[in-house]
């Protein structure tokens, strides 16, 4: 079930909800337009925003239909481009709660992406220095996971359904899909249906 019709189900059920929900659908539906007036970002409908979006920068920005951007620590979903030839794709149907994205070169995400208070950078600094390793594209694939005080940095590459656990450093790395990786930075991943069995939850 998509997260517009889950938001949608559960407003029936609660007034109150109801009414977050219907603002959340004007807010999207008014950040879908000023951005797309102003040239920022393609943004398609439906777009369900009960908190802060920001997005800034001279690059490009696309977000797929069906996404929600939930309250976090990070206050909803800030976005940056750092060159005008800066990429960020975003699928649908992701939970974007307090994501934070600096771009120089190219981040993607696949479909149905959960992320919580989490920050997403393909360079080291915002501005180069004489230090600075350059922009590398990340991929983040359908149906990750990234959790709370995560980082994925440069050059990584986050498999589907992939779990990165709380407070984890990806920095370069690969994860394979269906796999938790955590630590700082990030040891050996651990495939998902081993853990599972060791829980007896499988």
Same mark, same amino acid.
């Given at each position: 079930? %998509? +997260?517009v019709?889950?938001?949608?189900?559960?407003?029936?059920?609660?007034?109150?909800? &109801?009414?977050r929900?219907? =603002?959340?659908?004007?807010?999207?539906? !008014?950040?879908?337009?000023?951005?797309?007036?102003r040239g920022?970002?393609?943004?398609?409908?439906?777009?369900?925003?009960?908190e802060?979006?920001?997005? &800034? /920068?001279?690059?490009?920005v696309?977000?797929?239909?069906?996404?929600?951007?939930?309250? +976090?620590?990070?206050?909803? !979903?800030?976005?940056?481009? !750092?060159?005008?030839?800066?990429r960020?794709?975003? #699928?649908?149907?992701?939970?974007?709660?307090? *994501?934070?994205?600096?771009c120089?070169? %190219?981040?993607i995400?696949? $479909?149905?992406?959960?992320?919580?208070?989490?920050?997403?950078?393909?360079? $080291?600094?915002?501005?180069?220095?004489?230090? $600075?390793?350059?922009a590398?594209?990340?991929?983040?694939? #359908?149906?990750?996971?990234?959790?709370?005080?995560? *980082?994925?940095? /440069? #050059? %990584?590459?986050? #498999?589907?359904?992939?779990?990165?656990?709380? +407070?984890?450093?990806? $920095?370069?790395?690969? =994860?394979?899909?269906?796999?938790?990786?955590?630590?700082?930075?990030?040891?050996?991943p =651990?495939?998902?249906?081993?853990? *599972?069995?060791?829980?007896?939850?499988?």
């Amino acid at each position: 079930m %998509s +997260n517009v019709r889950k938001a949608l189900r559960s407003a029936i059920v609660d007034p109150k909800r &109801a009414w977050r929900t219907a =603002v959340a659908i004007v807010r999207g539906s !008014l950040c879908v337009a000023w951005y797309r007036l102003r040239g920022k970002a393609r943004i398609a409908f439906p777009f369900l925003v009960f908190e802060r979006v920001r997005i &800034a /920068g001279p690059g490009r920005v696309a977000i797929g239909p069906r996404c929600v951007v939930h309250p +976090n620590a990070f206050r909803g !979903l800030s976005i940056v481009t !750092l060159d005008r030839a800066a990429r960020v794709t975003i #699928g649908s149907d992701c939970n974007l709660g307090g *994501l934070a994205i600096r771009c120089r070169e %190219s981040v993607i995400v696949g $479909d149905r992406m959960m992320s919580a208070r989490s920050l997403i950078q393909d360079t $080291d600094f915002c501005a180069p220095t004489e230090h $600075d390793r350059g922009a590398s594209q990340i991929v983040i694939a #359908g149906n990750a996971w990234l959790g709370g005080e995560s *980082l994925v940095l /440069g #050059g %990584s590459h986050v #498999g589907a359904d992939a779990v990165l656990g709380w +407070n984890a450093c990806c $920095d370069g790395h690969t =994860v394979p899909e269906f796999h938790l990786v955590t630590g700082n930075p990030v040891v050996r991943p =651990v495939p998902i249906p081993k853990l *599972l069995d060791l829980t007896g939850t499988s």
